[in-house]
């Protein structure tokens, strides 16, 4: 049972344009919402992260929407560089003692220059 | 900081034999996890341990074993190894609460022949 979905499974997007990637969850226990970023070869790591009592966040280029009563979210990366090419997951956590992460499918992103 | 680091990178082993997997963190993290990543399924939580001797069962625990012996090492054991673990395996620490960043290593890749 996927507890993220997460979609499209791939995105062609030109240099300069806006990269959307969506991602929808079922659990209403999940309180943490982080998205990573892969390169090819290497592990993941931390892009960006939401909490559910906050329907926008942004660092830089990149922005989570969050729609609480919708149980979505998305990543959008303003003005997509080449440098962006990676596979992207969103995921989600329980809240309390725990940190257990749920990952969705992934997103492999290309940026043609 | 060396992070997290994993041995070894790659590794083939054949049908039935057995081996560890070594996972490593040196920044005093409590939370240490296994995963494994697979084509069009995203990162699965295997095993994960909130602190030196506790573990827990992830979404596919079966076929590996964990032990956490101390705060800084968290091993993972294919017991006898089937095709079906071919896979990239992934070992992540944290602070001990949701909303901690997770560190991830740069993996072992697996081929069970």
């Known amino acids: 049972q996927q507890q993220v979905k997460q979609s499209p499974q791939s995105l062609i997007v030109q240099k300069g344009g806006i990269s959307i990637i969506n991602c929808a969850y079922e659990?209403?226990?999940?309180?943490?919402f982080p998205w990573y970023q892969q390169f090819p070869g290497k592990g993941p790591a931390l892009l960006i992260a939401i909490r559910p009592d906050v329907s926008e966040k942004k660092e830089g280029r990149f922005t989570i929407s969050f729609n609480k009563s919708a149980k979505q979210f998305s990543l959008h990366i303003m003005d997509s560089q080449p440098g962006d090419s990676a596979t992207y997951f969103c995921?989600?956590?329980?809240?309390?003692?725990?940190?257990?992460?749920?990952f969705g499918t992934g997103t492999l992103l290309a940026v043609q220059p | 900081n060396a992070g997290v680091t994993q041995t070894p990178k790659f590794q083939v082993l054949k049908t039935g034999q057995s081996m560890t997997l070594q996972c490593a963190q040196d920044?005093?993290?409590?939370?240490m996890s296994w995963y494994r990543q697979d084509p069009g399924m995203g990162l699965r939580l295997i095993h994960y341990?909130?602190?030196?001797?506790?573990?827990d069962q992830g979404e596919v625990p079966n076929g590996y074993n964990v032990s956490r012996s101390t705060t800084e090492d968290f091993p993972l054991r294919l017991l006898s190894a089937a095709p079906s673990q071919t896979s990239v395996y992934f070992c992540?620490?944290?602070?001990?609460?949701?909303?901690?960043?997770?560190?991830f290593g740069p993996g072992t890749r697996l081929t069970v022949t």
């Open positions: 992540a620490s944290s602070y001990f609460a949701t909303g901690y960043e997770q560190y």
């Open positions: 659990n209403t226990a999940f309180d943490y």
């Open positions: 341990s909130v602190g030196a001797g506790i573990t």
């Open positions: 920044m005093n993290h409590e939370y």
């Open positions: 995921a989600a956590t329980y809240g309390g003692a725990t940190n257990k992460l749920i």
